[in-house]
Nanobody, 124 residues
Framework: QVQLVESGGGLVQAGGSLRLSCAAS????????MGWFRQAPGKEREFVAA????????SYVDSVKGRFTISRDNAKNTVYLQMNSLKPEDSAVYYC?????????????????WGQGTQVTVSS
């Protein structure tokens, strides 16, 4: 069992930065691929970024490439999402997820554990 708790969301102006954190419980954190998803009002939840257990392999949705960076610290059982050059369209509830994944990391159904979400609002 893995429990995930996100933090770091908030209100920021366009062009600003935020760093989201996701703290995981459990001793097997390093086995899990970790993903960030987001859901804006009236929209489906979408994949944002993922990082595999080693930390060496990452993936991003095209709309955030070059602006967002996902990283993990297995010693601290924490995954991060550094978000720079934020845009109003990045506004959403951001969710952290964990799963033992092979192949594509974009599919939310591959993730077994989810956090409660943290709100990110980017003003224009």
């Amino acid at each position: 069992q893995v429990q995930l708790v996100e933090s770091g969301g908030g209100l920021v102006q366009a062009g600003g930065s935020l760093r989201l954190s996701c703290a995981a419980s459990g001793r097997t954190f390093s086995r899990y691929a970790m993903g960030w998803f987001r859901q804006a009002p009236g929209k489906e939840r979408e994949f944002v970024a993922a990082i595999y257990w080693s930390g060496r392999v990452t993936s991003y949705v095209d709309s955030v490439k070059g602006r967002f960076t996902i990283s993990r610290d297995n010693a601290k059982n924490t995954v991060y999402l550094q978000m720079n050059s934020l845009k109003p369209e990045d506004s959403a509830v951001y969710y952290c997820a964990a799963g033992i994944i092979s192949g594509s990391s974009y599919d939310e159904h591959k993730y077994d554990y989810w956090g409660q979400g943290t709100q990110v609002t980017v003003s224009s």
